[in-house]
T-cell receptor, first 115, second 116 residues
Framework: AQKVTQAQTEISVVEKEDVTLDCVYE???????LFWYKQPPSGELVFLIRRNSFDEQNEISGRYSWNFQKSTSSFNFTITASQVVDSAVYFC????????????FGTGTRLTIIP | GAGVSQTPSNKVTEKGKYVELRCDPI?????LYWYRQSLGQGPEFLIY????????DSGLPNDRFFAVRPEGSVSTLKIQRTERGDSAVYLC??????????????FGPGTRLTVL
């Protein structure tokens, strides 16, 4: 069985601060995919990143960066210089390493950026 | 091009009634998924279609829930004898045909179902 844990239910930071969202996963598969999605107040899930378990390199995209550590089964997400528009619920998710596999989501972290 | 669309955006019904929720996937996407998101939770998988057939329906909670995709495009999620616990946002996603290559799931805006 697969499981994703996002222990941080809610986080509030002041604008321009850096913030890290934690994600810990469990799977018996040796290969898998990890994801982060953003769900703004409008409700639609927005894809942010997919990472194959083969690739443990960290990734940076603008103000966003992701730290994948297979040894601790973690896939953390950092927003640098946060902005009010970053306020949303963020979900970490996991799927098996086959095409068209279902996603297993965590419970999400509600991030509020205070102006 | 157009994204995944879902209708209605909101549905209020009474306990015991039957409801249908519709999903229009992105044109050309052969894979279609239904998820359910309860308040304060992450989306939970319900069912996955590849073409017209249900490839994985392991997430359907009980036999009151049923989904169809008769022509391999539009899908309808059907809930019989609705219960208050069925209240949630029902999300649909679609992706290109898979195989060994992962194809991104694109999500619709969801249908908010409220059972009174």
């Amino acid at each position: 069985a697969q499981k994703v844990t996002q222990a941080q239910t809610e986080i509030s930071v002041v604008e321009k601060e850096d913030v890290t969202l934690d994600c810990v996963y469990e799977t018996r598969d040796t290969t898998y995919y990890l994801f982060w999605y953003k769900q703004p107040p409008s409700g639609e899930l927005v894809f942010l990143i997919r990472r194959n378990s083969f690739d443990e390199q960290n990734e940076i995209s603008g103000r966003y960066s992701w730290n994948f550590q297979k040894s601790t089964s973690s896939f953390n997400f950092t927003i640098t210089a946060s902005q009010v528009v970053d306020s949303a619920v963020y979900f970490c998710a996991l799927s098996r390493n086959f095409g068209n596999e279902k996603l297993t989501f965590g419970t999400g972290t509600r991030l509020t950026i205070i102006p | 091009g157009a994204g995944v669309s879902q209708t209605p955006s909101n549905k209020v019904t009474e306990k015991g009634k039957y409801v249908e929720l519709r999903c229009d996937p992105i044109s050309g996407h052969t894979a279609l998924y239904w998820y359910r998101q309860s308040l304060g939770q992450g989306p939970e998988f319900l069912i996955y279609f590849q073409g017209t057939g249900a490839a994985d329906d392991s997430g359907l909670p009980n036999d009151r829930f049923f989904a169809v995709r008769p022509e391999g495009s539009v899908s309808t999620l059907k809930i019989q004898r609705t219960e208050r616990g069925d209240s949630a946002v029902y999300l649909c996603a679609s992706s290109l045909r898979g195989g060994q290559v992962y194809n991104e799931q694109f999500f619709g805006p969801g249908t908010r179902l409220t059972v009174l």
